[in-house]
């Protein structure tokens, strides 16, 4: 799926050479000559990127890239400014402004910029995946350390936490005792201890509590499998 792009500058020389040749590069390119347009145009296309001129009549940039940030989107934003005063580059970043980069600039270095920004976003989301995890209807998240099955808060202790980590890192594999020991206890237990029964019995106490179905099943022989029953 091709990324887009919105430029949002009151300038049509710079929104037309940047609309041609960010489509030569296999970007779809919106413009919008002022900052209410680029406002809806925010809301109507949902750009990956948001080029901002700084100087424009009625709304900045300042206070559009305010007003996008104060709207809840994380959507990155590189801002062009003809002044290259270190005032003017801190207010637009803490007012949310990802990047900034001062006119007359090289169409090099904005495209080596645009694809920086875009890969650490695209690396954020990875990020941000990767710490949430679900079967089913068992949800865990790894920021908060919450767990929810059918949408209800699941209490879960460390040990808990992390034993249902561990299956929902592997659904539907079966998982030895060996391994679960090693893996949760970091070590060997004697054959006659019960710990890891122990821990299986309150984990699913606790994720079949409200009417929920079995879904850590025992493999006779073998181990334990995160599996919803057939």
Same mark, same amino acid.
Not at 5 to 27: N, P
Not at 34 to 56: A, T
Not at 162 to 180: M, T
């Given at each position: 799926?091709?990324?887009?792009? #919105?430029?949002? /500058? !009151?300038?049509?020389?710079?929104?037309?050479? =940047?609309?041609?040749? +960010? @489509?030569?590069?296999?970007?779809?390119?919106f413009t919008a000559n002022h900052g209410m347009d680029g406002l809806k145009q925010i809301l109507e296309h949902e750009p990956?990127?948001?080029?901002?001129?700084?100087?424009?009549?009625?709304?900045?940039?300042?206070?559009?890239?305010?007003?996008?940030?104060?709207?809840?989107?994380?959507?990155?934003?590189?801002?062009?400014?003809?002044?290259?005063?270190?005032?003017?580059?801190?207010?637009?970043?803490? #007012?949310?402004? /990802? !990047?900034?980069?001062?006119?007359?600039?090289? =169409?090099?270095?904005? +495209? @080596?910029?645009?694809?920086?920004?875009?890969?650490?976003?695209?690396?954020?989301?990875?990020?941000?995946?990767?710490?949430?995890?679900?079967?089913?209807?068992?949800?865990?998240?790894?920021?908060?350390?919450?767990?929810?099955?059918?949408?209800?808060?699941?209490?879960?202790?460390?040990?808990?936490?992390?034993?249902?980590?561990?299956?929902?890192?592997?659904p539907r594999r079966v998982l030895s005792r060996d391994i679960i020991m090693e893996k949760i206890w970091g070590y060997d237990?004697?054959?006659?201890?019960?710990? =890891?029964?122990?821990?299986? @019995?309150?984990?699913?106490?606790?994720?079949?509590?409200?009417?929920?179905?079995?879904?850590?099943?025992?493999?006779?022989?073998?181990?334990?499998?995160?599996?919803?029953?057939?």
């Amino acid at each position: 799926m091709r990324e887009k792009v #919105l430029v949002i /500058d !009151d300038d049509d020389k710079i929104t037309s050479m =940047l609309r041609r040749s +960010l @489509a030569f590069e296999g970007y779809t390119v919106f413009t919008a000559n002022h900052g209410m347009d680029g406002l809806k145009q925010i809301l109507e296309h949902e750009p990956n990127i948001v080029i901002l001129d700084v100087m424009m009549p009625q709304l900045d940039g300042w206070e559009v890239v305010r007003r996008i940030r104060e709207g809840g989107s994380e959507v990155p934003v590189l801002m062009l400014t003809a002044k290259d005063e270190v005032a003017d580059r801190v207010k637009g970043l803490d #007012l949310g402004a /990802d !990047d900034y980069l001062v006119k007359p600039f090289a =169409l090099e270095e904005l +495209l @080596a910029r645009i694809r920086v920004m875009l890969r650490r976003k695209s690396s954020e989301k990875s990020e941000q995946a990767t710490n949430r995890l679900h079967y089913q209807d068992i949800f865990m998240d790894l920021d908060t350390r919450e767990v929810y099955r059918g949408g209800q808060l699941v209490e879960l202790t460390t040990k808990e936490f992390e034993l249902l980590h561990l299956f929902l890192q592997n659904p539907r594999r079966v998982l030895s005792r060996d391994i679960i020991m090693e893996k949760i206890w970091g070590y060997d237990y004697s054959g006659e201890s019960n710990v =890891l029964e122990v821990y299986i @019995a309150l984990l699913r106490q606790k994720t079949e509590e409200h009417g929920h179905k079995r879904i850590i099943q025992t493999v006779r022989g073998a181990g334990y499998v995160l599996r919803g029953e057939s």
